[in-house]
């Protein structure tokens, strides 16, 4: 838990004092009260990561969101700055991780194959593909296919945090920012003017049950992999499986979406 530096219940009225002024001293304060939140978005990150990549290299790159974070937080929108903050850290991490261009060849081909094999597939039976049509689809066992799903999976975090649209900066909407609570999966409740972030919502409410309830207890609860692994009572690698296929699976249906919408 972050450490109280600044109250809470002031909080909220020295934020509309730093928007209005730019107060320096304020900046260093915010700085000092989140900069913790930094290190835990990078651990989260970390977690599927190979080796080659570096937690304190996460750390640096988190604290330019941070920074990001406290220039354009508006505490007039009623979000949390903690929430606002933790988008923004993330998507700077991975920013620079696409700069980077971390993952390997293969890798990023095997994910284009799974992914592309998900969307022809879905696309023509109507409905969510089993894991046993998407393995003979790409001519493997059932076994292979979820081996490859545990190779891919620290990709798989990257691509949630693809922006899906590209307009100026308020118009940016990503997968990961459009998971919510339960209760959020309902289209209605969408704000109307985001009409691609209802889009997105709807394919995160039609995944299969438990691929959907690992991204809200990963991207809305904050639980690690092993911990939604003793919610669901399964392991942690089948936990890392469930992720990245529904990530892919996700990823399809909004492909399939789009192109029905261009």
Known sequence: MLEEIIDEKNEEKLWLEYKKTRNPKLRDDFIKQYSPLVKYVAGKVAVGMPNNVEFDDLVGYGVFGLLDAIEKFDPEKNVKFKTYAVTRIRGAIFDELRTLDWVPRS????????????????????????????????????????????????????????????????????????????????????????????????????????????????????????????????????????????ILRLRAKLTNIRKGII
């Open 107 to 246: 890798v990023r081909q095997k994910t284009r194959e799974i992914e592309d094999t998900i969307v022809s597939l879905e696309a023509n039976l109507g409905r969510t593909a089993t894991d046993s049509e998407i393995a003979k689809a790409l001519g493997v066992t059932e076994s292979e296919f979820q081996q490859s799903l545990l190779k891919i999976s620290g990709t798989s975090v990257l691509s949630l945090n693809d922006v899906w649209y590209s307009g100026d900066d308020s118009e940016r909407v990503s997968i990961g920012d459009s998971i919510e609570g339960p209760s959020v999966f309902n289209p209605d409740m969408v704000v109307e003017r985001d009409e691609i972030k209802r889009v997105i919502v709807e394919s995160i409410n039609e995944l299969p049950e438990k691929e959907k309830l690992v991204l809200v207890l990963y991207y809305y609860e904050d639980l690690t992999l092993k911990e939604i692994g003793k919610v669901l009572e399964v392991t942690e690698s089948r936990v890392s499986q469930l992720h990245t296929r529904a």
